[in-house]
């Protein structure tokens, strides 16, 4: 077949603006986010780490979210379920038609299955917690059922979900990352696999490659139940060392990053200021004393690590500025958070005093267990002035590196002695919160093992209570009990966090609980290949 000469010099000049770098159009749309390696599963029934919803949000979804402006808002529902009179039954209605990754469609026996597991002994959830008020469930995590018998399957689409008694903050709980709707078949026959090779959902993206070593790989899923994203696929490499992840940002090869608050100073004025944004999440980093330990658990001398901390430095002069001293658990803004409350007071003297009542005259060895991939970043070198700040009240902190999965098993059997936490709300909610994290049945899988029953009861009365001005008051006693009675919690300072991202990434924006979300991101190609 002849063709023209007209149509030959046309098709050379196609090929001439492509090799310029005008047929940007033709080229993916592939974010690359260089990712701290947690070295943990996906499935967040089973861990607890900002880093790792980062990823698995945006493969499974839960029923509903929250999103950037803690607006809760329907995913996989058709609208927001509304509670009977009496506050306990909740009515769901799924959209129809919504696919997994797999291409099998959501069910409600989905949604029940995903619920049932959160609950079961064997799947060893963290946070079963968050729905525990359903019926039935508390009998499934003690071994008495294998069903939940709050949960009632109406038909495909339709279920209602009952709880034991009235709970403000229900419809934020089954909102979080824990909560998310898994594939009963699929899950299954994943067994030990699921979250390390297969993790399926119904999100904006699918996971085409787990790679624990080097990254978790997707692309767009075409069958979206919801709106078409921007970006063709989001690759989350990881990069452990922070240094070497600013060297590859620098290098183009990641396009977004966090940036590690203590060495914000240095970037706000280098030529990178511009690339530089910051947010304030809802939390808190403390000092997390186990109480089952020996040493910790006398009161004496949990008091005496709070008094011997310079919170005031750590804040100004290690953080740069960039945090505020703690002088509560919960958080300016929430709900239960006291503004009268005096700044926590360091006297080394009398530190020592308490000590030496505490049975230790001549001092006393505590170890301090820290994930291995944290030792270099913020927390490690936390954890270094907490170090020195003690040493000098006569606390010397035997610093004790491991890898993510030994932690995780050693915070969920309550054996790590001492540890410094970071710690986000679940939902922006007290209960999710405070409760999480210090409930005698939640501090036993996160390493503290507070049990008070006074400070059970003012959680337990506040969860059932509907007048927030009553919550409030409940709330502002159990933190007064747990921060500056029992010294369950040592609150440290609330941080600003920063990041990198290139001015080519567009519409981005941080969830409330620290979490990364890439709903609506963007890259302009015309401007990451302008030279």
């Known amino acids: ?25 033709a080229e993916k749309k592939i974010l690359r986010y260089g990712a701290v390696n947690q070295k943990s599963t996906l499935d967040m029934q089973v861990n607890t ?89 508390q009998d499934m995590l003690e071994g008495r059922a294998d069903s939940l018998a709050g949960f009632k399957i109406i038909d495909d689409l339709n279920f209602e979900i009952t709880l034991s008694y ?22 299954g026959e994943a067994g030990k696999d699921w979250g390390l090779v297969t993790y399926i959902g119904t ?51 990641i396009d977004i ?55 005031k430095a750590i804040a100004q002069d290690l953080m740069k500025g960039t945090a505020a001293e703690a002088r509560t658990f919960l958080l300016p803004g929430m709900l239960g958070y006291d503004d009268k409350a005096p700044a926590f007071e360091r006297d080394v003297e009398r530190a ?17 267990y820290i994930r291995s991939v944290l030792m270099n970043a913020m927390t490690g070198r936390i954890l270094l002035a907490v170090q020195n700040q003690l040493k000098e009240a006569g606390i010397d902190i035997k610093i004790v590196q491991v890898d993510s999965a030994a932690m995780t098993e050693m915070r969920g059997s309550g054996k790590v002695p001492l540890e410094i ?23 036993a899988t996160l390493t503290s093992n507070y049990k008070s029953e006074e400070f059970d009861k003012l959680l337990d009365d506040a969860r059932a209570a509907t007048d927030p001005a009553k919550r409030a008051e409940l709330y502002k006693k159990a933190d007064r009990l747990a921060t500056r009675v029992d010294f369950a919690a040592i609150p440290l300072f609330h941080e600003k966090n920063y990041y990198l991202a290139k001015p080519y990434v567009k519409n981005f ?4 609980n620290d979490v990364y979300h890439f709903y609506g991101v963007d890259l302009d190609l015309d401007l990451k290949n302008k030279k």
């Not at 077949?1 to 159009?25: D, E, K, P, Q, W």
């Not at 590690?260 to 999440?281: F, Q, R």
């Not at 936490?421 to 501090?443: T, V």
């Open 1 to 25: 077949m002849r063709r023209s000469a007209s149509f030959a010099a046309f098709i050379a000049l196609i090929l001439t603006l492509c090799l310029a770098g005008a047929c940007s159009a």
């Open 49 to 137: 780490y900002s880093r790792v919803m980062d990823i698995a949000d945006m493969i499974v979804e839960p029923l509903l979210r929250i999103d950037e402006e803690n607006k809760i808002l329907p995913v996989l529902v058709k609208e927001m379920p509304r509670p009977s009179d009496d506050g306990l039954v909740y009515s769901f209605s799924l959209k129809p038609g919504v696919k997994f990754h797999d291409g099998t469609t959501l069910k409600a026996s989905d949604v029940k299955f995903s619920f049932e597991r959160m609950f079961r002994p064997s799947t060893e959830a963290l946070m079963s917690y968050i729905c525990d008020m359903i019926v039935g469930a």
């Open 166 to 187: 009235p709970y403000a903050p229900f419809l934020s709980s089954i909102a979080t990352s824990y909560a998310g709707i898994y594939p009963e078949k699929a899950c």
């Open 203 to 253: 999100g904006p993206f699918k996971a085409t490659k787990i790679d624990l070593d080097n990254g978790v790989f997707t692309e767009r899923f075409e069958d979206y139940h919801g709106e078409r994203q921007p970006l063709d696929g989001i690759d989350f490499i990881f990069v452990e060392d922070p240094n070497t992840r600013r060297m590859e940002y620098e290098r183009g090869n």
């Open 257 to 311: 990053m966090m940036l590690d608050a203590t060495i914000y100073p240095e970037y706000a004025s280098s030529k990178l200021a511009d690339e530089i944004g910051s947010y304030t999440p809802l939390g808190i980093i403390f000092i997390n004393p186990n109480m089952s330990d020996e040493r910790l658990g006398n009161v004496k001398l949990r008091e005496a690590i709070s008094l011997a901390i310079d919170r």
């Open 352 to 368: 020592k005093k308490l000590i030496v009542e505490a049975g230790y005259p001549n001092g006393v060895e505590i170890e301090s």
């Open 421 to 443: 936490f970071d710690w986000y709300a679940d939902f922006p909610d007290p209960d999710g919160f405070i409760y999480s994290m210090l409930y005698s049945s939640n501090a």
């Open 509 to 512: 924006r941080m969830a409330y």
